[in-house]
């Protein structure tokens, strides 16, 4: 919960604003951000993240969350931005909760062979966005830069990598994602973070996408890549290796780009 005090150091409108909902912390994922869940007895939830601004070019800036939520929103399903501040070195953006379960949460396998139609649709319909209207890039050469910053700071996490990583130094590692680079990038509007708890599956109507600080003009495996290594971990018991192959049908792709998807697993190791 956030406490009485805590919420009277929220910047105003956010304050008056939040005065009626209860906040509940929630821990998911490895972002960077704080996140409170904001419930009302008779207002749709909504989402308060909070960000410390260390680095002004950092895609983990929730201006620039705002920014591709903002430009998202008139072309798929994306969190409504409610409120945008700025105190200090802090940052707050409060969204909307989309309707619906992420896809990461199944009960059965009857219940995990039924979502992947719906999973690939949602990212299918981003990547039909025109990239060249997109004016956010997530590039390699940009993301390669981003890791060396990363690296520099002491921000990279080894304990988090997968284990077909471990005992290998970052530095032979990057001195690899740079070595291997794919020779042509396969241009889209993709997600930068394309796990199944970012994918809200709504059965009532058109799913939607979350946490967006990260999306835009990339290699279609830059998303595809995360979503099988999502839809194969051990945290996703009913999914596993052959939902992964369905995917890949399911999206069009009858022989999948191995390399590329080694590459960009372990690229996003780094964040």
């Given amino acids: 919960m956030l406490s009485s005090s805590h919420l009277c150091d929220l910047p105003e409108p956010l304050r008056q604003y939040l005065l009626v909902y209860r906040l509940e912390s929630i821990a998911i994922g490895r972002s960077s951000a704080t996140v409170y869940r904001c419930t009302h007895l008779s207002q749709p939830s909504l ?6 601004v260390e680095d002004e ?8 969350e705002r920014k ?58 981003l990547h039909g966005v025109s990239p060249d209207e997109c004016p956010f890039d997530e590039g390699i050469e940009t993301r390669l830069a981003r890791v ?27 001195s690899h994602l740079v070595k291997c680079k794919p020779k042509v990038e396969d ?24 946490d967006l600080g990260r999306v835009g003009r990339a290699d279609r495996y830059q998303a595809l890549a995360i979503l099988s290594g999502s839809l194969a971990a051990e945290y996703n ?35």
Avoid at 57 to 64: A, E, I, P
Avoid at 72 to 83: A, C, F, G, K
């Fill in 187 to 210: 241009v889209v509007v993709a997600h930068g973070d394309c796990c199944l708890p970012n994918i809200i599956l709504n059965p009532q109507g058109s799913s939607g996408l979350i």
């Fill in 57 to 64: 070019n950092s895609s983990v800036l929730l201006s620039t």
């Fill in 148 to 174: 060396e910053v990363r690296l520099r700071d002491g921000k990279v996490n080894t304990s988090n990598f997968s284990s077909k990583w471990r005992g290998k130094s970052l530095t032979d590692l990057f």
């Fill in 237 to 271: 018991p009913f999914y596993g290796a052959a939902r992964t192959q369905r995917m890949f049908a399911l999206y069009g792709i009858d022989t999948p780009d191995q390399a590329k998807i080694d590459y960009f697993q372990l690229l996003e190791e780094f964040f």
């Fill in 68 to 125: 591709k939520l903002e430009w998202l929103s008139r072309r798929i399903i994306v969190p409504r931005v409610v409120e945008f501040a700025q105190a200090a070195e802090v940052q707050y953006l409060l969204i909307s909760a989309l309707l619906g379960q992420d896809a990461g949460q199944v009960s059965s396998p009857a219940e995990a062979q039924a979502k992947p139609p719906e999973i690939v649709s949602s990212v299918k319909g």
């Fill in 47 to 52: 989402f308060l993240k909070i960000v410390k």
